[in-house]
Each structure stands twice: as structure tokens, then as C-alpha cells.
């Protein structure tokens, strides 16, 4: 039988497991933390006292899936919750809507321009969304290659400053 746990003390404790989580770094974008990303699905201690941690991939076939994983393992273990358990959450599947507002400026500061219009939004089967440069805010852009970097990137180039950059595509 497990102890009973005061809310306020389970809250204080998701708390600190979800502050270990954010020094999690994604490996594709080091900038953000899997928690900037919104990979991070619950934290929560079961009826058994056991700590769950979901995760959702990012998209199907990402290749930084088994390394967050591993690394979301590492954190947890070296926090002193070895035993927790690490979920794997698909549905709903994850949405670039999901990277906080934190991301946004990270991605922008580090030279990617965030995810412009919303994945839902009926102009994107249309009209390719008109992306601002993160480096001089113009929206003189165009895109070079529908991939960048990474696959969930493309590669855009700015006809106001001449800089190169990638766009973290609304997925």
C-alpha cells in the first residue's frame, strides 16, 4: 500500500519533475526544451504512487524520437525516479500549436522563424503562408527548398536582408 499524497505536495512535486523535464533539449533544435516543443503530455502520479511521464513524438518517423526518449530517461533517473513509468502518447497526434509562446521567441532569436498561421487554418490549402524573417522581420521571403535542416523544417531565404533561414512548418 502506498502512502497518500497531499495535493498541494503532488502538485509541488509534478511541478519540480515538469522544471527537470524542461532542461530536456531537443536534439534537432538545442534551443528548445522538449517542454518548449510540447512533447511533454502529463506528468502525474497514478493510484499506485508510480509517476508517469507521457511523451508524444513530434511526427511519425522523426528521427529525435528514441533520442528524447533516452534522453527524457536519463533526467528522470538521475532526478531519483528511476522507477517512473515513460508513456508514448499518439493520439492526439502532436501540433506544432503546441510549442509555447517561449518557443516562438526561442526559435526566432536562434535564426528559425516560428510556425506562422494555425495547422487548422483553411488558407494553408491555398496560399503558402507569407513567413517574416526572423533576423530583419521582413515579409519579403521566399521559400528555397520545402525541406531545411531537419524534415520539419523548410529553407527560406529573405529578399530584404539576403540571409538564408529555416521555417519550422506548421505540422
Do not use: N
Not at 73 to 93: F, I, K, N, Q, T
Amino acid at each position: 500500500m502506498s502512502a497518500v499524497i497531499e495535493p498541494e505536495a503532488a502538485a509541488a512535486r509534478v511541478q519540480a519533475i515538469q522544471a527537470l523535464l524542461a532542461g530536456v533539449a531537443d536534439p534537432e533544435i538545442p534551443v528548445l526544451s522538449i517542454v518548449d516543443l510540447g512533447v511533454v503530455r502529463h506528468v502525474r502520479f497514478e493510484s499506485d504512487g508510480r509517476l508517469h511521464v507521457g511523451i508524444t513524438p513530434t511526427y511519425s518517423g522523426c528521427p529525435a524520437t528514441e533520442v528524447i526518449r533516452v534522453a527524457v530517461r536519463a533526467a528522470l533517473d538521475a532526478g531519483g525516479h528511476a522507477d517512473a513509468v515513460l508513456e508514448e502518447v499518439l493520439s492526439p497526434p502532436w501540433t506544432s500549436q503546441w510549442l509555447t509562446s517561449a518557443a516562438h521567441a526561442k526559435l526566432r532569436a536562434f535564426g528559425i522563424a516560428p510556425p506562422e498561421e494555425s495547422v487548422s487554418s483553411p488558407r494553408r490549402r491555398w496560399h503558402a503562408p507569407l513567413i517574416t524573417c526572423p533576423r530583419c522581420a521582413s515579409r519579403a521571403t521566399e521559400r528555397v527548398s520545402e525541406f531545411g535542416s531537419t524534415p520539419c523544417k523548410a529553407h527560406y531565404r529573405c529578399s530584404a536582408c539576403q540571409e538564408p533561414f529555416d521555417y519550422f512548418k506548421c505540422l
